[in-house]
């Protein structure tokens, strides 16, 4: 499903533009990070996909429906969206019915709710704590709970705000792994993160964002070779790459493992 | 405030407001949102009891006009306007205080003048937390909504809504008190020893006249009142 975005503008009401001159598409099954300063308009921009923004100017649409003339709740069965905390939206007394409570609102039936519910609690890896308190999880647990409740309503478009914040090492390749699995699935996820590492691991587009302009957009490694213009967005590249560029390796790398590779060339003798 | 509600004359509270707290409104600049506010805070009061002591008030005898089995009576009207006249004042100064002092000003004066810190820290984090829950609230509104709960339809399903949205805000206020209080203790909020302040406040001679005045006149209006001199 194809979100385009088109001469996006958002202004809140006392008159402070956060959005200009936006205008994108997103095709099914891409996996965008959205990265910038803290101010840069990143989760403005998000919250326009599930309409809990609504363009000042310009619009926005998710396969045929535009935003503008759909509720947050209808646009739920097509973007699923994590907040950052967890927190602001666990309010069941099992972990089942938390993750159930997204289902349910789509109107699914209770054998179906049960699969995807399932389904979500296995792939972050809390089957066996389904009758839990969420509030006896500790927090990087809930998180992984409010994360369940949004693959459980298998929409076809996941917006993550910040997933990878107060995960440890396991819980990030957890994540990883779960979005290269949910990108198999043809889904699109886009990101908010801070953690270029994350980004450069598992994403295959970068928006850069400044001022609620979109500096650069384009494919990750283009994006992340940019150093001065990063620079400008305040924003640093993964280690891999700045440790490539120190090391004069003639290719940017992103990743470990593309450092490895692109080092080792560099060892091998020349004919 | 004392001198409105304790005057025989029903006219005082409103003269009052009109003479004294609006013209500190003027001077501190404050009229446009003084007078939004007190105006939002009255309106439903001036309705309820108008219609209410207007109509039933017991005893009254003073037919103004008939509707069906209602009548609108004249001594109703002038008890509705007694009491709206002295929310008016009560509202009018209050207000009056809250845009015209900052929260921590007021807080530190009280403490100033042996308030308990703790109570003072209480009321202060009561008013600045406001924002801040309301903040919360939206975002939990957003959480849901975004998870499909329909809240911009008819009532029954928003009072459905209601659960969802009530969870999620006393359990993350009582984890932030939780935060907040450990927070406190790691500062030092409870040490057994006397407090500096940050701020320094700029009590003049004539403030303090002042305030001994408005006391003194209070007292003695009260009396005069009660006295029947």
Redesign the interface.
Known sequence: MKISVNDLHFAYPNGVEVLRELSFEISSGERVAIIGQNGAGKSTLVKHFNGLLKPSRGFVTIGDWDTQSHTVAQMAQRVGFLFQNPDEQIFKRRVFDEVAFGPSNLGLSPEEIERHVSAALSRVGLSDMREMHPYDLLPARRKLVALASVLAMETPILVLDEPTIGQDGRGLARLGALIDDLTQQGKTIITISHDMDFCAEHFERIMVMKQGRMLIDGATHDVFARFELLAEAFLEPPQMTRLGRALGLPETVTTVNEFLGAYAKTREPRH | MLIGFSARWPHLPVALFVFLILPLAVWGQLLRELGRTTLAVIFPFALSITLVQGFFYPGATHVIFSLGPFALKEEGLLFAYGTLGKILLLAGAGLLLLFSTHPADLILALVQHGFPNALAYIVVTAIQLLPHMQA?AM??V????????????NLWRRSRAL??L???LV??AL?DVHERALALEARAFSAPCSKTSLKELHDTREEALARWAIIVLSIAFIAWQIGGL
Request: proline share 4%; glycine share 8%.
């Open positions: 919360k975002a939990i957003n959480a849901q909504r975004a998870r499909g709960l329909e809240t911009e339809t659960l969802a009530v969870g999620p359990f993350s984890v």
